[in-house]
Protein backbone atom coordinates (compact mmCIF):
# COMPACT_ATOMS: atom_id res chain seq x y z
CA UNK A 1 0.00 0.00 0.00
CA UNK A 2 1.47 3.54 -1.24
CA UNK A 3 0.93 6.85 0.86
CA UNK A 4 2.26 9.80 -0.35
CA UNK A 5 1.64 12.88 2.53
CA UNK A 6 3.11 16.18 1.61
CA UNK A 7 3.70 18.90 3.92
CA UNK A 8 5.11 22.24 3.92
CA UNK A 9 2.42 24.52 2.45
CA UNK A 10 1.69 27.81 3.53
CA UNK A 11 1.24 31.17 3.47
CA UNK A 12 4.06 33.51 2.11
CA UNK A 13 4.66 36.75 0.95
CA UNK A 14 6.27 37.58 -2.46
CA UNK A 15 9.45 36.85 -3.02
CA UNK A 16 9.45 34.84 0.18
CA UNK A 17 10.50 31.01 0.12
CA UNK A 18 8.95 27.70 1.08
CA UNK A 19 9.89 24.16 1.55
CA UNK A 20 7.25 21.27 0.30
CA UNK A 21 7.97 17.42 1.78
CA UNK A 22 6.47 14.57 0.31
CA UNK A 23 6.53 11.31 2.63
CA UNK A 24 6.46 8.02 1.04
CA UNK A 25 5.44 4.96 2.21
CA UNK A 26 4.64 1.50 0.62
CA UNK A 27 6.65 -0.14 -2.91
CA UNK A 28 8.02 3.23 -3.22
CA UNK A 29 11.64 3.12 -3.96
CA UNK A 30 14.31 6.21 -5.05
CA UNK A 31 14.13 4.75 -8.30
CA UNK A 32 10.60 5.71 -8.89
CA UNK A 33 9.25 8.78 -10.74
CA UNK A 34 8.35 11.11 -8.45
CA UNK A 35 6.69 14.75 -9.45
CA UNK A 36 5.47 17.53 -8.13
CA UNK A 37 1.74 19.01 -9.14
CA UNK A 38 -0.26 22.02 -8.38
CA UNK A 39 -3.53 23.05 -9.62
CA UNK A 40 -4.36 26.77 -9.10
CA UNK A 41 -8.14 27.91 -8.60
CA UNK A 42 -9.78 27.59 -11.91
CA UNK A 43 -7.83 25.96 -13.65
CA UNK A 44 -6.14 22.30 -14.39
CA UNK A 45 -3.56 20.57 -12.61
CA UNK A 46 -0.31 20.99 -14.06
CA UNK A 47 2.88 19.56 -13.44
CA UNK A 48 5.93 21.49 -12.14
CA UNK A 49 8.66 18.68 -11.67
CA UNK A 50 9.82 15.70 -11.86
CA UNK A 51 13.03 13.45 -10.38
CA UNK A 52 13.51 9.73 -11.13
CA UNK A 53 16.73 9.24 -9.03
CA UNK A 54 18.55 9.76 -12.49
CA UNK A 55 17.53 13.13 -13.86
CA UNK A 56 15.16 15.84 -13.34
CA UNK A 57 12.85 18.40 -14.99
CA UNK A 58 10.92 21.27 -14.70
CA UNK A 59 7.62 22.50 -16.86
CA UNK A 60 9.26 25.42 -17.73
CA UNK A 61 12.06 28.26 -17.43
CA UNK A 62 10.56 30.22 -14.39
CA UNK A 63 10.18 27.13 -12.32
CA UNK A 64 13.62 25.90 -13.37
CA UNK A 65 15.11 29.37 -12.58
CA UNK A 66 13.42 29.31 -9.02
CA UNK A 67 12.27 25.81 -7.68
CA UNK A 68 14.67 22.86 -6.74
CA UNK A 69 13.14 19.54 -6.65
CA UNK A 70 14.95 16.43 -4.83
CA UNK A 71 14.83 13.17 -3.46
CA UNK A 72 16.27 12.54 0.08
CA UNK A 73 16.72 8.67 -0.55
CA UNK A 74 17.63 7.79 3.73
CA UNK A 75 14.20 9.38 4.23
CA UNK A 76 12.36 8.10 1.56
CA UNK A 77 11.44 11.95 0.73
CA UNK A 78 10.30 13.95 -2.97
CA UNK A 79 11.05 17.41 -1.60
CA UNK A 80 10.24 20.75 -3.70
CA UNK A 81 12.15 24.24 -2.71
CA UNK A 82 10.41 27.16 -4.02
CA UNK A 83 12.26 30.41 -4.10
CA UNK A 84 11.20 33.86 -5.20
CA UNK A 85 7.59 32.55 -4.70
CA UNK A 86 5.29 34.53 -7.22
CA UNK A 87 1.42 35.24 -6.57
CA UNK A 88 0.82 33.06 -9.50
CA UNK A 89 2.29 30.21 -7.83
CA UNK A 90 -0.70 30.03 -5.50
CA UNK A 91 -2.01 26.70 -5.90
CA UNK A 92 -2.58 23.10 -3.67
CA UNK A 93 0.53 21.17 -4.64
CA UNK A 94 0.62 17.56 -4.53
CA UNK A 95 2.65 15.08 -4.68
CA UNK A 96 2.84 11.87 -7.50
CA UNK A 97 4.67 8.82 -8.03
CA UNK A 98 4.76 6.41 -10.86
CA UNK A 99 5.27 2.35 -10.28
CA UNK A 100 8.16 2.66 -12.13
CA UNK A 101 11.53 4.48 -12.88
CA UNK A 102 10.02 6.25 -16.45
CA UNK A 103 9.22 9.69 -15.96
CA UNK A 104 7.65 9.56 -19.50
CA UNK A 105 3.95 9.74 -20.32
CA UNK A 106 0.90 10.92 -18.37
CA UNK A 107 -0.29 7.96 -15.75
CA UNK A 108 0.92 8.84 -12.30
CA UNK A 109 -0.45 5.82 -10.21
CA UNK A 110 -0.18 7.49 -6.84
CA UNK A 111 -1.35 10.63 -5.10
CA UNK A 112 -1.21 12.54 -2.44
CA UNK A 113 -3.76 14.84 -0.98
CA UNK A 114 -2.24 18.09 -1.28
CA UNK A 115 -0.62 21.14 0.58
CA UNK A 116 -1.60 24.74 -0.18
CA UNK A 117 0.71 27.62 -0.84
CA UNK A 118 -0.83 30.61 -0.88
CA UNK A 119 1.73 33.88 -2.23
CA UNK A 120 0.54 37.20 -1.54
Known amino acids: HVQLVESGGGSVQAGGSLRLSCAAS????????MGWFRQAPGKERDWVATDNGVGTTYNGDSVKDRFTISKDNAKNTLNLQMNSLKPEDTAMYYC???????????????WGQGTQVTVS
Open 96 to 110: AARAGSSCAGSVWNY
Open 26 to 33: GSIQRTNC
